[in-house]
């Protein structure tokens, strides 16, 4: 049994670590439709505690509460993943809207400005701002997934010995390139997933910090996912 700092059970880790599961529930719920409940999300996440409290190894370097965060978001992710929760319609549109930044941008040479993509979708600039809305909770789920924060993240399944399976080094290929491409996205757009992912903030927060409205956050979010799923084309992104 994991012993630890004062915590003698994996009950005491559980009911000491509880709040986590609500934080991470309600800053992943500011994300989704509303279709999707937050009591679902906490149940969810309370499993992923169940199972970090568990099998946590102190030896391993990482708190209790970083390898916790993992395990609760991870199983949060593979609920939403069981319900597929986005409608197909939402994924096709996301579809084009890469396609679309990936034309102008091998036709220009740099970053798809909103009015130039708008125009290769055949839209107006209010129907592609639209889009950037329907499409932006959809992008959540995979790129958290790819990003590391599912249940099983790539360094913890690389073997201690022996060889690495082509599967998690084409995974971690896609991790390096996809690191890559986040560093090369525009100031803003690199901005605002710097806040979202990395802070943690929520949509809300980050306009406060902008200055511009929740809905103008979701949309940068939005072309951020898209432009990098347009720069990322070798791979499969959802």
Known sequence: MYTAKGYQSKDDLVNRYAPLVKRVAYHLIGRLPASVLVEDLIQAGMLGLLDAAG???ETQGASFETYATIRIRGSMLDELRRNDWAPKSVHRKARQLAEAIQSVEAATGRDAQDHE?????GLSLEEYHHILLETSSCR??????TTGTGSTPAADRLPDRGHTPPELLDEQRFRDSLAK???GLPERERLVMTLYYDRELNLKEIGAVLNVSESRISQILSQAHGRLRARLVDFRFD
């Open 140 to 145: 959540m789920v995979s790129f958290e997934d």
């Open 117 to 121: 993509v708008a125009k290769a979708m």
């Open 181 to 183: 491409a986040i560093a």
């Open 55 to 57: 099998h946590y190894d």
